[in-house]
């Protein structure tokens, strides 16, 4: 007896097909068409690649804009400074200088002690930092004497900048605002290798005998200071020969 006809996965014709799933022969009954709309839909698709010609016209477009963007100079009192610039700024101090930002410190928001005043000097472009400076204030007591410090530091540039002298002219008007304040005297610390920048940028002489204790440890510093006033003029060798304390490192 020949076998009975095998019965077919199809409705009858005029009717939508519809198939089952083989891999599960309980799952429902699936539009045939819906199911390869769902196949061809889960294949991953890859978006073309630009044509080189493309991408070099998408530059040419680009690049006047970019480089019609102005370079300017701010100034931002102490407290004032935009959290956009801030947040650039830390994260360039916490890349270059990590040591500042571990232990106790790990969380720091702060570029300087708020205490020190710091007042901002700044080239940006747009809301972009090109290059960063501040001012800090310090009442530093030396031998037995009170003086009125002020110190550029957090000096920065970066590196897409560099060697345009934007930090260069940063330290030189700071100078010349410390210059024209009420201080006693200017300072610089840095390291030895950077005495020469600061030397010709600031204009300020080199002061070897000099060393700097912060927190109490030397710092291995080189130091540059211009005396500003009588009283700092005449305690000159104080300066010179005893060790100048701060609590922080400048």
């Known amino acids: ?30 539009d045939s068409r819906r199911a390869d709309r769902i196949h ?75 205490s020190y005043e710091p007042h901002h000097l700044l080239y940006v472009a747009g809301d972009l930092v090109v290059s960063h400076l501040e001012i800090v204030h310090v009442d530093l007591p030396h031998q037995g004497t009170t003086y009125k410090l002020a110190a550029p530091t957090s000096v920065l540039t970066f590196p897409s900048f560099r060697g345009e002298g934007w930090a260069g002219r940063l330290v030189e008007s700071a100078c010349r605002r410390i210059e024209a304040s009420n201080a006693d005297l200017g300072l610089i610390c840095c390291d030895p290798h950077n005495q020469p920048f600061y030397a010709k940028t600031s204009g300020w002489p080199t002061a070897p005998e000099a060393t700097v204790v912060a927190d109490g440890f030397p710092t291995g510093q080189a130091v540059l200071m211009r005396l500003l006033t009588p009283k700092a003029q005449h305690h000159q060798a104080d300066f010179r020969h005893s060790p100048i304390h701060l609590k922080d490192e400048l």
Do not use: C
Not at 3 to 25: C, E, F, I, S, Y
């Open 1 to 30: 007896m020949a076998p009975p006809p095998r019965r077919t996965l199809h409705a009858r014709a005029g009717t939508t097909d519809r198939v089952r799933n083989h891999h599960n022969p309980r799952l429902p009954l699936v």
């Open 40 to 114: 061809r839909n889960s294949l991953p698709t890859t978006t073309p690649r630009p044509h080189h010609r493309d991408i070099r016209s998408l530059v040419r477009r680009i690049r006047p804009r970019l480089g019609a963007m102005d370079v300017r100079y701010v100034e931002y009192a102490p407290g004032e400074l935009p959290a956009v610039l801030k947040a650039q700024v830390l994260s360039f101090l916490r890349i270059v200088w990590p040591e500042g930002f571990t232990g106790e410190l790990r969380y720091r928001d702060w570029i300087t002690n708020p």
